[in-house]
């Protein structure tokens, strides 16, 4: 079983309309939870990150974890063609260094 | 603020041929420093990391090398490339001792011929 889980995609959806992006994950240790928006050749880029079950909001984006269930979320409100990109869920326990766990990704599209 | 740079770019090299991939981080001091490939279409594997100068652990058995001869500097290498090095080569780092999040550098895009 992989450490985490992200629905594949790809999403396709209209400019304005609200985005709700998934990752299931299988260990209770992990603590600390990210985003990261990642555009065609370019490196990721860190778009937020949590350690709490509920939601954390940035603008236009939250991020919801649920801890009981495994199970993190990124919404994003108001979509924007800019938005179009691959997002990437991955979790952590910290303190180990190296135990960084990374979803294959969901690739958005906005449509104008 | 700070900002982690990889260079080259883009490179495409012959099979069989030698291999340096650089990447230094600007604005912080002893960072865990990491090295990541990203195939087409799948997720992102973790080849080496390093805590400290001349600390590396291998995570994958392969065709590549790491190594930190400077705090903030992470180098990557091969003496002679296989087709399947063909990739997206990603340099990342984070703050020990939490080590919260990770943070990417712009990537190398690599293929070999």
């Known amino acids: 079983q992989k450490e985490v889980e992200q629905d594949p995609g790809p999403l396709s959806v209209p400019e304005g309309a609200i985005v709700s992006l998934n990752c299931t994950y299988s260990n209770s240790a992990f603590q600390y939870f990210m985003w990261y928006r990642q555009y065609s050749r370019k490196g990721p880029e860190l778009l937020m990150y949590?350690?709490?079950?509920g939601n954390k909001e940035d603008g236009r984006f939250t991020a919801q974890v649920d801890k009981s269930s495994k199970y993190i979320s990124l919404f994003i409100r108001d979509s924007q063609p800019s938005d179009s990109a691959t997002y990437l869920c991955?979790?952590?326990?910290?303190?180990?260094?190296?135990?960084?766990?990374f979803g294959t990704g969901t690739s958005l599209t906005v449509i104008p | 603020s700070q900002t982690i740079h990889q260079w080259p770019a883009t490179l495409v090299q012959p099979v069989g041929s030698p291999l340096s991939l650089e990447c230094t981080v600007e604005g912080t001091s002893n960072p865990n420093l990491y090295w990541y490939r990203q195939a087409a279409g799948r997720g992102l594997q973790l080849l080496f990391y390093?805590?400290?100068?001349?600390?590396i652990s291998s995570e994958v058995p392969q065709n590549l090398s790491a190594s930190r001869p400077q705090d903030r500097q992470f180098i990557l290498s091969s003496k002679k490339l296989l087709l399947s090095d063909s990739g997206f080569y990603l340099c990342?780092?984070?703050?020990?001792?939490?080590?919260?999040?990770?943070?990417f550098g712009p990537g190398t895009r690599l293929l070999v011929l």
């Open positions: 390093s805590v400290g100068i001349g600390q």
């Open positions: 991955a979790i952590t326990p910290v303190y180990t260094g190296n135990q960084f766990y």
């Open positions: 949590t350690y709490s079950s």
């Open positions: 990342a780092w984070s703050v020990p001792p939490r080590g919260e999040t990770q943070y």
